[in-house]
């Protein structure tokens, strides 16, 4: 068999702002590989089915000299994330053609095909039946996220009539776990379709953040206990102006500052110590070994009962990730991002 | 005997920005009490002998419609703090004449003499022999916020080689408890004499905020894994930047912001999701419970063998109430600032 086209997603240029689509990342095609002989060296060949669009991926697009423990992407080489693919070849024990490989947490590069020397992934048996997809959003990363810190740092602290607030709540599964706990969920969005989305999982109030004011609304549903923060900026202060005393804010993200060089300062981190506030920055690597053997065991039997929902915005073809990039930097998205590279 | 003189300091009006002596506190000697005939009613008459002065107490002269945890004095009555009084007369079994008495968190108005009806109030039995006001400092709130605090939030988490920055280093005991515990301490002060005096308690780097960057030492000298705030804005900043993974930080105070309306706002927040740290705003008053018959056990020893050393500035007067307030706020003071009120 010939060789055939190896399509690959470069990250061409460091961006100012927001990534431009065609600029910062460009699709290419020039590469071929040889699907039969391609040496394999102890390791795999593996197609690559789907990969995660996630809005930390631009936080690697920096200067590699400022210094950062998310290191920067190397300019000219492929894009990277998290993705399930296909094993085709194997020359590893572990290993066998048709396996469904999961790699988390930014090893795999934006293109079609490719040898993986010395493969460490988690094998999905995937005896619920999810779609792949599913590996990358409520049973990948941002699952994984909501799951383990929500456990870690709200947990211990629950009590009965607890009220939280969850930012961007579309785009996690917190606001459920959080219902599921018996807390009183409050949960913002950013359009009024995700808001009925979020309203259509029983959280208790859900509010479009562009429309009403976020303050209005805690003030009046308040104060809370936790606060799970996606976005930073106004939503952290109006949070910290009516939390309860004791609250627990976890600081999953603060997405309002990442493209902009002028971030919203919180003007009253004060009641940090007044409200005897605690904020948790987390990154989810720090608390896999503590909480993923639990979390496969569980979530994916969840998800196919329908216990746990949610939404994904898939997009076909390796050629719009930087549109679909995008679209997650400007909250443009419904549903966890996925671009689509191969089917089965 | 006839009545005597009562001199109160009165808590005149609302401030804007630093409080005024003579305007904002107002030294009133138009009242008289009659010492041997007051009624008592099953309580006891105090002659005050020394009262605390904390920058805690600008955040109490706010307008008392502003909800606030602190609740607000109120104009036209005596200002409130901690202090140490001496029993003239006693109608309750638990005191006795000559019985001292330590008033802690704002229960002692500001005046010579007064009766407290209920009285629950810790009893001193001094055997170290220690100066009245060192209950105020380093055996009273202050040095329980360090010691309290300290033992809560760094406790658990410190490792061998572990780096500590602590603000206003010369006003708390924490650089002295972290030394002990083995850390390398990291120390700022406002003026060359107090960072002289850090200096002599045996920190690491004892440096003058004023006239050296914070940023460029903790550069050179961190990264740290612990960070204890009395002041916020720019060297919450800083220690941000310089902050290990997973670093800690305790949130005593930000002392930079209470006298402002445009206090200096934080721009890298960020910091905390991608560094993993942990706010823990706090009030000492939540940890009394836990540490406080501990602290009584041990601190007055340690005090009185030299291991835990202190400075006092002792300003003689109630009149002279308003301007060490200013001092203190305006970081003019150097020790713990402490009226006295009487001599025994």
């Known amino acids: 068999m010939s060789p055939v086209k190896n399509g690959r997603v470069i990250y061409n240029e460091i961006p100012t702002g927001y990534p431009v689509p065609g600029k910062t990342l460009v699709y290419d095609e020039s590469q071929t590989i040889d699907l039969e002989n391609e040496p394999l060296n102890g390791g795999i060949l593996v197609k690559v089915l789907v990969l995660s669009i996630d809005p930390y991926l631009r936080r690697k697009m920096l200067d590699p000299s400022i210094p950062s423990f998310l290191p920067a992407f190397k300019v000219g080489e492929p894009l990277e994330n998290s993705g399930v693919a296909t094993v085709l070849r194997s020359d590893h024990p572990n290993y066998k053609p048709g396996d469904h490989v999961l790699t988390s947490f930014r090893d795999l590069p934006f293109q079609e095909y490719l040898v993986i020397p010395n493969p460490q992934l988690r094998i999905l048996e995937n005896k619920e039946n999810l779609s792949w997809s599913a590996y990358l959003g409520v049973c990948g990363m941002p699952g994984q996220t909501a799951h383990h810190a929500w456990k870690e740092y709200a947990g211990p602290k629950i ?9 961007a709540a579309s785009g996690t599964i917190v606001a459920q776990l959080a219902k599921a706990d018996g807390l009183k969920v ?6 009024d379709e995700k808001v009925d989305y979020v309203r259509s999982l029983g959280v208790d109030v ?15 549903e308040g104060p809370i206990n936790f606060y799970w923060d996606n976005v930073g900026g106004e939503s952290l202060e109006a949070a910290l102006e009516f939390a309860a005393q004791k609250a627990v804010f976890i600081i999953c993200g603060m997405i309002s500052n990442y493209n902009t060089d002028e971030p919203y300062n919180v003007k009253n981190l004060q009641q940090l110590v007044w409200r005897e506030i605690t904020f948790n920055g987390f990154l989810v690597a720090s608390l896999l070994p503590k909480y993923d053997d639990e979390f496969y065991a569980t979530m994916p039997g969840r998800v ?3 216990e746990i929902k949610y939404k994904e915005h898939l997009v076909k073809g390796l050629e719009n990730t930087g549109q679909a990039l995008l679209d997650v930097l400007r909250g443009n998205n419904f549903g966890k991002s996925v671009i689509v590279v191969s089917e089965e």
């Open 304 to 306: 196919a009962r329908g």
């Open 159 to 167: 009590k009965k009539g607890d009220v939280v607030f969850v930012t």
């Open 206 to 220: 859900a509010f479009n953040y562009k429309k009403v004011s976020t303050r209005e609304v805690l003030q009046k």
């Open 186 to 191: 409050i949960a913002s969005a950013g359009s």
